[in-house]
C-alpha cells in the first residue's frame, strides 16, 4: 500500500498538479478548507500533510491554516505536517514551525525538493510509530526491561517462560553488555523464588584469596581478620537465586566446592566443620568459551555440564536487525524526559548510523551512547555528531568541484548559524532551504551550532 499524503490547499489547480505529480508514490488525499482537511484526516490519518495556510474565508491571512495546523496535530502529534507559505512570508514559517509544524515550503514549489522532504518525513513517522508501539507492547512485559522484536530474542524469552518455573540450572552465555544478568533476573523473576533474594556476584571482579569466603563464608577466627562469623553469598541466597557472572575465571579450588554444593547442596564455611543444608537456585553466566576452557584444563567438565542443564544463547546487538533503531528510540524516550529533554527525536543521520555501527559493547553501549547524546544536544534533533560514534566508511574520491562545493555551502551555513546566534529555523529562512535540509547539511559538511553567549 503507498502511504497517504493530504494535499490542503483552496486552489483546485494546484490540488490537481500535485495529485498528478505525487500520486505514482503516494496515495494523495485532497481537501481545499479546515473542515474538509480535519475530517478527511481524522478518518484516514495520513503521515505527512502539505499544508497551504492561505485557506478561506481568509485565503489572504495564515489564520486559518494555522488553526488547521493545530487541530490536526491535536488528532495525531506524530503527523508531519509540511506548510506553504508565500515568498517573503518568514514571519508567518517561523509562527508555523512554532505551531508545530515539522517544516516549510516556499512557493513555487520545488518538486525535487518536495519529493526529498516527503520521502523524509515517512521514514522518520515510520520510525517514531514504531517506538511508540514497541512501548506499548513493552507496558505489560514483566521480563525485568529486556526487550526486542526479533527472533532470536523471542526465542529467548519462551527459553525464558520455559525453565524460570522449574530449578534446573542455567547458564547464560553472551557477549559483554547482552544483557545476561538482566536475563538472571527475569527467570528468578518468573520463578516460585521470584519472593525470595536475588544475588549477584562477579567471578573475575574479586580476588581469589577472598573469593571463598565470599561464597560460601567463613568462622570466627577462621582467618586473620574473621572477627565475626560471615554468611556467604551462596548461603544469603538461600530461598532465592545466586546469579555467578563470569563463571568462567572462577579459580579451580573453587570449582570444585561449587560443584560439590551443585550435587549435595551444602555447604562448609571456610574454617568451619559442619555441613549446612542451603536451598539456593544457580545461575551462570559467561562470555568465554568454556569448552575451549574445557579442552585446556583450566574450567572443569563436570562443573560445565551441571551449570549447563539449559543454556540461553543472547545474541549481540549487531545480530538483532531492526532491534537496534527500536532500541535506541525507547532508550531517548526514557531517557529525555528524566534528564528533562522531553521531545527529543533522532534526526535520519543519527539512526543510519545507529544501524551501522557494530556496536562491541551490545545494549550497554548503546544505552550509554544515547544518553550522552540526550545530554550532550542542544536541539530538539539527536545527530549523528551528537552520538559521537566512529564511522569505518571507507573515503571518498577526491574531488576538487565536491570540495569546492562543500566549502562553499559550510561556510554560508556557519555565517547563517553566526548571524542568527543558532537559530536553525532562521538561519534556514535566510538560505531559503528547509530545515529538514539545513540540518542534512550540518550533518553533512560537520557544522555545529554556535556557542550563544549568556545574557547577563
Not at 542455567?170 to 553488555?177: A, D, T
Not at 570466627?220 to 553469598?233: D, L, M, N, P, S
Not at 568541484?401 to 562543500?406: I, M, V
Request: glycine share 10%; aromatic share 6%.
Amino acid at each position: 500500500m503507498k502511504p497517504k499524503l493530504l494535499i490542503v490547499d483552496d486552489d483546485d489547480e494546484f490540488r490537481a498538479q500535485m495529485r498528478w505529480a505525487l500520486a505514482a508514490d503516494y496515495d494523495v488525499l485532497l481537501a481545499g478548507d479546515r473542515k474538509s482537511a480535519v475530517s478527511s484526516f481524522r478518518s484516514a490519518l495520513p503521515a505527512a500533510v502539505l499544508l497551504d495556510l492561505g485557506l478561506p474565508p481568509s485565503p489572504h491571512a495564515p489564520d486559518e491554516g494555522l488553526a488547521t495546523l493545530s487541530e490536526l496535530l491535536a488528532i495525531d502529534s506524530l503527523a508531519k505536517i509540511l506548510v506553504v507559505t508565500g515568498q517573503g512570508e518568514k514571519a508567518v514559517a517561523l509562527k508555523a514551525i512554532g505551531t508545530g509544524a515539522h517544516d516549510f515550503l516556499g512557493k513555487p514549489l520545488d518538486l525535487d525538493e518536495l519529493h526529498a522532504l516527503l520521502k523524509r518525513c515517512f521514514h522518520v513517522v515510520q520510525l517514531e510509530r514504531e517506538c511508540r508501539d514497541l512501548q506499548r507492547r513493552l507496558q505489560g512485559d514483566t521480563f525485568e526491561g529486556l526487550m526486542g522484536g526479533d527472533a532470536s530474542m523471542q526465542a529467548v524469552f519462551n527459553t525464558i517462560r520455559k525453565v524460570a518455573g522449574t530449578e534446573a540450572p542455567v547458564l547464560i552465555l553472551g557477549e559483554s553488555g547482552t544483557g545476561k544478568e538482566m536475563t538472571a533476573r527475569a527467570i528468578h523473576a518468573r520463578s516460585g523464588r521470584k519472593n525470595g533474594p536475588f544475588l549477584a556476584i562477579n567471578c573475575g571482579a574479586i580476588p581469589e584469596a577472598l573469593m571463598e569466603s565470599e561464597l560460601f563464608g567463613h568462622e570466627r577466627g577462621a582467618f586473620t581478620g574473621a572477627h565475626v562469623e560471615r554468611k556467604g553469598r551462596i548461603e544469603s541466597a538461600a530461598g532465592g537465586t545466586l546469579f555467578l557472572d563470569e563463571i568462567g575465571e572462577l579459580p579451580p579450588a573453587l570449582q570444585v566446592k561449587l560443584l560439590r554444593f551443585l550435587q549435595e547442596r551444602c555447604i562448609e564455611r571456610v574454617g568451619g566443620r559442619r555441613e549446612i543444608p542451603i536451598d539456593t537456585r544457580v545461575i551462570a553466566a559467561t562470555n568465554a568459551d568454556l569448552k575451549k576452557r574445557m579442552g585446556e584444563g583450566t574450567f572443569r567438565e563436570d562443573l560445565f555440564y551441571r551449570l549447563a542443564v539449559v543454556q540461553i544463547l543472547l545474541p549481540p546487538l549487531r545480530n538483532r536487525g531492526g532491534d537496534i533503531e527500536l532500541l535506541a528510540c525507547s532508550f531517548l524516550q526514557g531517557f529525555a524526559p528524566e534528564l528533562g529533554r522531553k521531545g527529543l527525536t533522532f534526526s535520519a543521520g543519527a539512526l543510519r548510523q545507529i544501524r551501522l555501527h557494530p556496536w562491541p559493547g551490545n545494549i550497554r553501549e548503546l544505552q550509554n551512547c544515547v544518553k550522552r547524546a540526550v545530554i550532550m544536544t542542544a536541539n530538539k534533533t539527536v545527530t549523528a555528531q551528537d552520538l559521537e560514534l566512529s564511522t569505518t566508511s571507507a573515503p571518498e574520491r577526491n574531488s576538487f568541484l565536491k570540495d569546492a562545493r562543500d566549502g562553499l555551502e559550510r561556510s554560508m551555513l556557519q555565517d547563517a548559524l553566526r548571524k542568527h546566534s543558532g537559530n536553525i529555523t532562521a538561519a534556514a529562512l535566510e538560505l531559503g532551504i528547509s530545515r529538514s535540509t539545513f540540518y542534512e547539511l550540518m550533518e553533512r559538511l560537520g557544522v555545529q551550532k554556535p556557542d550563544v553567549p549568556s545574557q547577563g
